[in-house]
């Protein structure tokens, strides 16, 4: 029975809606875990430094595809564990910039993926959230600086900030200390609104920065719809349980006989703008009309 590595920085509780995606795009090659498969999950609870073992123990085990899911961490520790086992990807951030890939038509050598346009679209989170609270004169940023392509995502933050003339000021958190750190300073700097930027911890934390958004009184936009339904003002991001299933399709696909270097990297076509309606009336937010019109979910 062929063995997938599955890899990933965060936690397994945070994924379960991307995991089902990722199993749906198998099940649609006709691979089920458990009948005809068996998927190897490794998960690194937000600790990038275990990637790089991890993936190397599924190396060893001679897994058939190996999946590295969560972002670009996960695909530096995929590349460099292996240069022959076929790798599938998931990634926020343009794989031919970072050498992932040579091309998105021709990824070449024993990988391709799913590019799900993660880091790019924070400039357009801040300038949903500057137009649902306009009075916000200070955006804090919440980043991890532990993200390989940290300097891309904040430098697409500034950009955008300076563009449409909204001051921020950027915070850093790589583990639960700094999260409520994090907050403490946003509150001292009296800001009116943050954003979360995409990141597998922040993801695998998504309950406890919710709490404190809410105990601070602090507007917050995310990067995942999952935010939002778990009581977050607003989020803005791809589809990712569909950029899943289409990795787990490409997974499939290659234990058919297909050559990953042969298969172009697909792009996330799937957007989803959120608003959480109740979290905006407990916080005095009236969510305007023309905001409302552009959401693809509104929750009551």
Known sequence: MPVIGFLNPASPQSWDSYTAGFRAGLKETGYVDGQNITIEFRWAEGHYDRLPVMAADLVRRKVAVLVATGGAPS??????????????????????????????????????????????????????????????????????????????????????????????????????????????????????????????????QRDKIIALAARHSIPAMYEQREHALAGGLMSYGTNLADGYRQAGVYAGRILKGEKPGDLPVMQATKFEFVINLKTAKALGIDVPPNLSAEANEIIE
């Open 75 to 204: 695909v530096v520790a995929a590349k460099a564990a292996t240069s022959t086992i076929p790798i599938v990807f998931t990634t926020g951030v343009d794989p031919v910039r970072t050498g992932f890939v040579t091309s998105l038509s021709r990824p070449g050598g024993n990988i391709t993926g799913v590019n799900m346009f993660v880091t790019v679209l924070e400039g357009k989170r801040l300038g949903l959230l500057r137009a649902l609270v306009p009075s916000a004169g200070l955006v804090a940023v919440l980043l991890n600086p532990n993200r390989p392509d940290y300097a891309t995502q904040l430098r697409g933050v500034e950009e955008a900030a300076r563009a449409m003339g909204q001051q921020i000021h950027v915070l850093h958190a790589s583990n639960e200390s700094g999260l409520n750190a994090a907050f403490a300073t946003a509150v001292q700097l009296r800001a009116g609104a943050m954003l979360v930027g995409g990141d597998p911890f922040f993801n695998s």
